[in-house]
Structure formats: structure tokens, C-alpha cells
């Protein structure tokens, strides 16, 4: 199950491919800590971007509409009934086609500012049988289109956002009034000793060859990394202008946080 099927919820290959991707591009890294000037997610090997949606996507298969969606207030009723969905920073588009796989009546606009993700995921789409009811753009999450959300996701991205106070802020504009944002996010304790654990030690890890250089690319570069923590978190939340926040739920790899105008 661990190595062999790509559907189970322990199923951890992409974790490897993901490595192979931080081996490959060690040089680049160390080029970054130089100079201080980041290094973009699209500068990558090819294999984080596989990995990480082969990593992410078993947690999201045994989740996101279990468990996630019906944490949150009233909107599975607004999923089955018919609601527009924005999918922020969506690489392959493994959790828009999942929603959209549950939710028929429902539409999906998946976002991603890079257009070898997005291009995948319109393909992955098309396979699944949900082409119909989703729609992939190339954007950025601090300015990608669309307004009257009902809901807007961001799973496993926003820490890597140079400008995730930008991000959050635009989230809050492109929402209705009664909307919800899905926050998920690495599992992360706030302070430093508690996350030092076999999770923790990968998450930074991961942090500091890929998320934080990330963030330091781009405008702003903030660089929450992969451990921010809901303290840090909130903080982010509230500086966009929201005013509602809790932890709906969360698993050992994710908190899930309900964000509400």
C-alpha cells in the first residue's frame, strides 16, 4: 500500500520523487542561499511537480470530501446544491477534480501560475470526465479572475507565496459575502521545539529546498515555509482583512482552516 497503490491513503512513492527532484536540484539551491534570491517554483525538476501532486493527492482522496468539506460551515449543502468553486495555486489539478468528481452540480476554476501545471491538469481533467465543469487558467493568486466565489482553495500553497498578505487579500475581494476559504496548510506546532518530530524534520526539510526559496523569488518573499504555524497563520489571515478563522479540522500532515470574511 505504501509503495505499490497510487490510490491508498498511505501511499508514499511521490515522496521520492520528490526527493530525487531536491537531489536534482541541489546546485541550483545552493546558488539561491548565495545569493539570496530565491528560486522559483518552475525552476524545478520536473519531478517536483509530479511528486508533489503524487505526494499530496492519497491525503486528498481520504479528506478533502470526507472529512474537510463537511468540517466546514454549511458548505457541502452548497457543493450539492450548485456553487463556484476557485481552486488557488492548483498544479495538476488533483483536488479540483476531486471536487468536481463529488460535486456535479457544482463548478471549478483551478488556478495556477504555472503553465506546464495547468496544462496537465486540463489533461487530468479530461480523463477523469469532469472537463465540463472545470476550468484551468494560468494566474496568479494575487490577481487571477473571477468573483462571487462560494468557496476559494488553497491546499499546500500558501506558504510558498512570496506574497501570501496579497494572496489572502484578493481571496477576501473575489468571495461573496457569506463565502469560505480552505485553508490547508502543513501540520505545524508554533514553536520550533514541538515540530521536531520525524513530520517536522521533513517538513523543513522540504522548507528550506523548496517552499522558502519559493516565497524568496517573488515579490515581497515573505517565506512563511512549511512550518508556519496557525499563530503565524492567523496573522497572515488577518492582515488581508478577514475576521473570521479557526481550525476546522486536521490530520498529522495538515491543518485545515475555515476562513470566513
Known amino acids: 500500500m505504501v509503495f505499490a497503490?497510487?490510490?491508498?491513503?498511505?501511499?508514499?512513492?511521490?515522496?521520492?520523487?520528490?526527493?530525487?527532484?531536491?537531489?536534482?536540484?541541489?546546485?541550483?539551491?545552493?546558488?539561491?542561499?548565495?545569493?539570496?534570491?530565491?528560486?522559483?517554483?518552475?525552476?524545478?525538476?520536473?519531478?517536483?511537480?509530479?511528486?508533489?501532486?503524487?505526494?499530496?493527492?492519497?491525503?486528498?482522496?481520504?479528506?478533502?470530501?470526507?472529512?474537510?468539506?463537511?468540517?466546514?460551515?454549511?458548505v457541502e449543502a452548497k457543493l450539492k446544491a450548485g456553487a463556484k468553486v476557485a481552486d488557488v495555486g492548483c498544479g495538476h489539478g488533483a483536488s479540483t477534480i476531486l471536487m468536481a468528481q463529488a460535486y456535479p452540480n457544482s463548478r471549478f476554476d483551478g488556478f495556477d501560475y504555472h503553465p506546464a501545471s495547468i496544462e496537465r491538469a486540463r489533461q487530468a481533467a479530461a480523463e477523469a470526465g469532469v472537463g465540463d465543469r472545470t476550468n484551468f487558467e494560468t494566474a496568479r493568486a494575487q490577481d487571477f479572475p473571477g468573483d462571487g466565489y462560494d468557496l476559494v482553495c488553497i491546499f499546500d500553497a500558501l506558504h510558498d507565496m512570496g506574497d501570501p498578505v496579497g494572496a489572502a487579500a484578493h481571496i477576501r475581494r473575489s468571495l461573496k459575502p457569506?463565502?469560505?476559504?480552505?485553508?490547508?496548510?502543513?501540520?505545524?506546532?508554533?514553536?520550533?521545539?514541538?515540530?521536531?518530530?520525524?513530520?517536522?524534520?521533513?517538513?523543513?526539510?522540504?522548507?528550506?529546498?523548496?517552499?522558502?526559496?519559493?516565497?524568496?523569488?517573488?515579490?515581497?518573499?515573505?517565506?512563511?515555509?512549511?512550518?508556519?504555524?496557525?499563530?503565524?497563520?492567523?496573522?497572515?489571515?488577518?492582515?488581508?482583512?478577514?475576521?473570521?478563522?479557526?481550525?476546522?479540522?486536521?490530520?498529522?500532515?495538515?491543518?485545515?482552516?475555515?476562513?470566513?470574511?
Open 5 to 74: 497503490e497510487e490510490d491508498s491513503p498511505v501511499f508514499l512513492a511521490g515522496g521520492f520523487e520528490l526527493l530525487a527532484a531536491v537531489y536534482k536540484d541541489e546546485p541550483k539551491v545552493a546558488k539561491a542561499f548565495q545569493s539570496g534570491l530565491g528560486l522559483g517554483w518552475h525552476e524545478h525538476d520536473v519531478c517536483l511537480f509530479r511528486g508533489t501532486e503524487r505526494f499530496f493527492r492519497p491525503g486528498y482522496n481520504a479528506n478533502l470530501v470526507a472529512n474537510w468539506i463537511p468540517a466546514l460551515d454549511g
Open 178 to 261: 457569506d463565502g469560505t476559504w480552505l485553508l490547508v496548510e502543513p501540520f505545524a506546532h508554533d514553536d520550533l521545539a514541538e515540530n521536531l518530530n520525524p513530520i517536522g524534520r521533513m517538513f523543513y526539510s522540504a522548507s528550506t529546498m523548496v517552499c522558502t526559496p519559493a516565497s524568496q523569488s517573488q515579490e515581497v518573499g515573505l517565506a512563511l515555509g512549511a512550518q508556519a504555524g496557525e499563530r503565524r497563520l492567523r496573522q497572515v489571515i488577518e492582515d488581508a482583512g478577514f475576521t473570521r478563522f479557526r481550525r476546522a479540522t486536521e490530520t498529522p500532515f495538515n491543518l485545515v482552516l475555515e476562513v470566513r470574511p
